[in-house]
């Protein structure tokens, strides 16, 4: 009888044993890794992509007016570092057929009212880069808008007087990481 004790208690405690180590369990590890790129880019949907700025001048009020045109959502731009927006015209000439105008007649401004932050400048158009907006925050789908103007003085000096005629010149705008 003690024999078949000894034997059952044995038994329990092979049992026992063996719930236990059934209920140890190993684990294993995954490591998550997220790589990161630099970007930035000025949207395709942007209105200064594809977009025209007109200035009409019919009249004797117009050549002695100062004219402005603003373009709201002119460049929407994403940039995980922050950066300057650069401006320059392809060439050094509006041109109609053989007939130019310079392109130091037209002035380009950042202006406020959309998302984007930096510090915003007004230039002449040139075929030189030239800083619009320095040091832009960081963000994604931050909204510029562009004001674009023509002076009274510039309009009765360097347009009265050319052949009537559209005159065009392609801006570019740069948008380059800090």
Do not use: W
């Amino acid at each position: 009888m003690k024999k078949q004790i000894f034997i059952a208690m044995l038994s329990l405690i092979a049992v026992g044993t063996h719930q236990v180590q059934a209920q140890h369990s190993d684990h294993v590890g995954t490591s998550v890794n997220i790589n990161l790129a630099d970007i930035i880019s000025i949207d395709e949907g942007s209105v200064a992509s594809g977009g025209a700025v007109d200035f009409n001048y019919v009249n004797t009020t117009d050549y002695n007016s100062s004219k402005s045109v603003t373009v709201p959502n002119s460049l929407v731009i994403n940039s995980s570092k922050n950066f300057d927006v650069k401006i320059k015209s392809e060439g050094a000439n509006f041109v109609s057929g053989a007939n130019l105008i310079p392109v130091d007649v037209l002035q380009v401004k950042a202006i406020s009212g959309g998302s984007l932050m930096g510090t915003m400048n007004e230039v002449t158009l040139s075929t030189n880069d030239q800083v619009l907006v320095s040091n832009a925050s960081l963000g994604s789908n931050q909204i510029l808008n562009i004001a674009y103007s023509i002076s009274a003085e510039k309009a009765s000096k360097v347009l009265l007087g050319k052949p009537k005629g559209t005159y065009t010149q392609t801006i570019t705008y740069t948008a380059t990481a800090l």
